[in-house]
T-cell receptor, first 112, second 111 residues
């Protein structure tokens, strides 16, 4: 079965640079969620989209923005990167009729 | 958000059943009980969910107390591949809800 695809899988950036993470949800899933997991921590919700509109927002820094496109893929844009942004970033998708979320393999971002 | 309480860690022997408890004394009538797990170096994975009745699927069983203030995830025959952090999460049935991850239970499987 098709799964959530995230790209890139690994990304190394320097401080103050920008990064763009991409998420391709499972076909026919219309809701996308982004989570951040710092080293040794539990995943934290950042933001979600339903039908290309932002549906909820968590502890997402103002330096980060995200959107969902007409093909339902989503991108997380991160600017002025800081060392503390080094983390795993997971995308999850779900169809409106179900409550369970399906997670991608994550993007490991390292800021040096 | 309604909160859950789980033990920090548990151990079990391989090929034996595992019962992972979760307390959610402030659960509301519209909250589903979800379980996710995260294997090392992987994204979280949906395990099972329920509302009032016990549930079974190919991965596990979920036993829900009659007053819904607690639940137990049951792995019928643990394998080494079940070693993971298990999260018990409440999710409002009326909303397309984000997951609020708590600390979870780190399950160690002994060969």
């Amino acid at each position: 079965a098709a799964g959530v695809i995230q790209s890139p899988r690994h990304l190394i950036k320097e401080k103050r640079e920008t990064a763009t993470l991409k998420c391709y949800p499972i076909p026919r899933h219309d809701t996308v969620y982004w989570y951040q997991q710092g080293p040794g921590q539990d995943p934290q919700f950042l933001i979600s989209f339903y039908e290309k509109m932002q549906s909820d927002k968590g502890s997402i820094p103002d330096r980060f923005s995200a959107q969902q496109f007409s093909d339902y893929h989503s991108e997380l844009n991160m600017s002025s990167l800081e060392l503390g942004d080094s983390a795993l970033y997971f995308c999850a998708s779900s169809p409106l009729t179900e409550h369970e979320q399906y997670f991608g393999p994550g993007t490991r971002l390292t800021v040096t | 958000d309604a909160k859950t309480t789980q033990p920090n860690s548990m151990e079990s022997n391989e090929e034996e059943p595992v019962h992972l408890p979760c307390n959610h004394s402030t659960i509301s009538g519209t909250d589903y009980i979800h379980w996710y797990r995260q294997l090392p170096s992987q994204g979280p994975e949906y395990v099972i969910h329920g509302l009032t009745s016990n549930v079974n699927n190919r991965m596990a069983s979920l036993a829900i107390a009659e007053d819904r203030k607690s639940s137990t995830l049951i792995l019928h025959r643990a394998t080494l591949r079940d070693a993971a952090v298990y999260y018990c999460i409440l999710s409002d049935m009326n909303r397309d809800d984000k997951i609020i991850f708590g600390k979870g239970t780190r399950l160690h499987i002994l060969p």
